[in-house]
Structures are given as C-alpha cells and as structure tokens.
C-alpha cells in the first residue's frame, strides 16, 4: 500500500490515514507532498480530481477520504477490527467517528493541527462548545469502556484514529487559550495516554524536524522562546 500525505506538522486529515495503517503496523510506503503548493495538487488531481490528502493506493484500488480510508483497512486488512465487535458499541463507534468527521467548525477553523508549537488564542462561543462536546464525548465513553481498555472503546478503533489530530490540537492551544477551559480528568487522562501511543510519538517526532511554514495555520500568538 501507498499513503501519499501532507506536511505532518500540520495535516490532520493525512495524520488519520496514516494513524490507522500505523496503529496497527501494516506495511505501507509513505508518500509526503508539501502542502497548497502547485506541485501538490497537481500531483494529487493524477490520483483524485478532489486533489486532497490523504489518498491511499492499494493495488488498483485508490480510496481518498480519510474515514473511507479507515473504513477499507478494516475491511481489507484488519478483518473488521478497526471497529467494536459488539453490534451496539460498533454503532456507537460510528455514529462518533462520523460527528468527527463532520462536525467541530469550531475547533477545526479556529485551533488548526500545528504539532510544534504551542500558541495563545482566543476562543469563539462556537469553538468553546464544540471543546465541551469533545470532552462530554470522551468522558462518557471512558466511563462507559473503563474496565475493556484504555481507549475510548476499551480497545483501540478508528473512533480513536479520528480524534488523534484533537489530542495535538489541545496540546497546542488549550494551555494558553484566553477562555479558561480545561479537559476534565478523564478526557486528559486519555488525551495524555493517546499522546504516548507510539504511532502517535513517531508523527510528532517527525513533525517537529520539519521546516516548512503554512502561514494560514499559524493560528494565534507563540507561547514562550
């Protein structure tokens, strides 16, 4: 399989294509293309008139949004375990990962994924929201799944995959946002334990050498020296 991406600093989408082939150690060749430059889309309109990463190339099939992305590994790959095998947690899994995938304007326009820097914002009423929508869901969901795992459904799923960029978000704004808002207990607990699973670490290490600038993603004022 090839997974072609973007800069890891600061793709979101690409991180959840790349989290569920790495999580779960498949073998796969990792394709970067820097971001919003000519290059980059037109290299990407070869594979996808839509011209957005990730893109993943397995065999003769090329699937190009992230959650079909997860949806295929699992069918294809992982014999169906990137979701909950009970019928009811799987449900709810997806019903998750889709509010993810969909929802969040807030969060998304206004704390873009920008792994290596920690910045000062200032939060709308619409991001606020969405942060305590996040934090309901993950409290409630480790309350729920406690005794089967440390992840948001005991084992690790693709609702997990499709928040891994909200953890780097976080880590990046939350601190020094002007809007006083913390996680709870649970939520940072897992926020903290996604932040050291290894997949995760090697993105982040990744992130953090690269030099290039997305100036539309340098959101808010930099913390520190």
């Known amino acids: 399989m090839e997974l072609i991406i973007g800069d890891k600093n600061y793709s979101s989408w690409s991180l959840r294509g790349w989290m569920m082939l790495a999580a779960w150690q498949l073998p796969f060749n990792e394709r970067k293309l820097p971001l919003l430059t000519d290059a980059f889309y037109e290299e990407l309109e070869q594979y996808n ?82 942060i305590q929508r996040i934090d309901q869901l993950w409290q409630q969901l480790r309350q729920q799944y406690a005794a089967q795992g ?49 997949a995760m670490q090697q993105w982040l290490h990744d992130a953090l050498k690269e030099n290039t600038t997305v100036e539309e993603d340098e959101a808010g004022e930099p913390v520190g020296g």
Not at 51 to 69: E, H, Q, R, Y
Not at 170 to 192: K, M, N, R, V
Request: with cysteine; aromatic share 10%.
């Open 49 to 130: 008139a839509a011209a957005k990463v990730p893109i993943l190339v397995d065999g003769d099939v090329t699937v190009w949004d992230s959650l079909a992305i997860c949806e295929y590994i699992s069918e294809q790959h992982l014999q169906g375990r990137g979701w909950p095998e009970p019928p009811a947690a799987r449900a709810q899994a997806r019903a998750v990962a889709a509010e993810m995938h969909s929802g969040f304007s807030g969060v998304r326009g206004e704390m873009p994924m920008n792994c290596r820097a920690k910045r000062r914002i200032t939060l709308s009423e619409q991001a606020r929201k969405d």
């Open 150 to 198: 440390p992840w948001l459904f005991g084992q690790f799923s693709i609702a997990d995959v499709m928040f891994a960029p909200v953890v780097f978000r976080f880590s990046t704004y939350l601190p020094y946002s002007d809007s006083g808002i913390a996680l709870s207990e649970l939520s940072q607990q897992y926020a903290d334990n996604m932040t050291r699973h290894p």
